[in-house]
T-cell receptor, first 113, second 115 residues
Framework: NAGVTQTPKFQVLKTGQSMTLQCAQDMNHNSMYWYRQDPGMGLRLIYYSASEGTTDKGEVPNGYNVSRLNKREFSLRLESAAPSQTSVYFC????????????FGPGTRLLVL | AQSVTQPDIHITVSEGASLELRCNYSYGATPYLFWYVQSPGQGLQLLLKYFSGDTLVQGIKGFEAEFKRSQSSFNLRKPSVHWSDAAEYFCAVAGRTGTASKLTFGTGTRLQVTL
């Protein structure tokens, strides 16, 4: 099993460009999450999907959109990238809610110039 | 709203010495508590978690943590640190309601191990 995978691993964008970060899992997770990690701030939740067909905002959703394409895939889209979105993005999944362990992907490092 | 405080940004210990990383949380009831470890350039790996029951929790790699309700703390300990333990450690809390496990992370503690 590959676990939680993310593509791309690294991306450079210019301000105003758009892109989609892809996440897929083969662990039969019902819930999936997108976090961003910035120096000195830990990880912050951007969006999550409690189950297939549902999505909700997390702590820092502004400037992002998500799509839960099916049970396996959860994508994060930046419509018009800004330098403040330079960060490392992590996708995670869990079997369900209620404190279930989240399993993290390896991350996507994004630089917006 | 739930929150997590890790008061130590950076800690240096000698190999073989004991380790304690501090974590304090704020939550209206008893939360789910987690410790994750992140090696440079890697994702996060779960070390241990507290759900209920015994307040001393054992995890992987010889780590343990103790939940103290009266102090709102969940400190991570290891009796003898190895050089390979050098990494960043994150404490996290999740509420007991809702259908998703939304984690709130602390800002992390970077552990350096000297030989």
């Amino acid at each position: 099993n590959a676990g939680v995978t993310q593509t791309p691993k690294f991306q450079v964008l210019k301000t105003g460009q758009s892109m989609t970060l892809q996440c897929a899992q083969d662990m039969n997770h019902n819930s999936m999450y997108w976090y961003r990690q910035d120096p000195g701030m830990g990880l912050r939740l951007i969006y999550y999907s409690a189950s297939e067909g549902t999505t909700d905002k997390g702590e820092v959703p502004n400037g992002y959109n998500v799509s839960r394409l099916n049970k396996r895939e959860f994508s994060l889209r930046l419509e018009s990238a800004a330098p403040s979105q330079t960060s490392v993005y992590f996708c995670a999944g869990s079997r369900r809610g209620g404190g279930e362990t989240q399993y993290f992907g390896p991350g996507t490092r994004l630089l917006v110039l | 709203a739930q929150s997590v405080t890790q008061p130590d940004i950076h800690i240096t210990v000698s190999e073989g010495a004991s380790l304690e990383l501090r974590c304090n949380y704020s939550y209206g009831a008893t939360p789910y508590l987690f410790w994750y470890v992140q090696s440079p350039g890697q994702g996060l790996q779960l070390l241990l978690k507290y759900f209920s029951g015994d307040t001393l929790v054992q995890g992987i790699k010889g780590f343990e943590a103790e939940f103290k309700r009266s102090q709102s703390s969940f400190n991570l300990r290891k009796p003898s640190v190895h050089w390979s333990d050098a990494a960043e450690y994150f404490c996290a809390v999740a509420g007991r309601t809702g259908t998703a496990s939304k984690l709130t992370f602390g800002t992390g503690t970077r552990l350096q191990v000297t030989l």
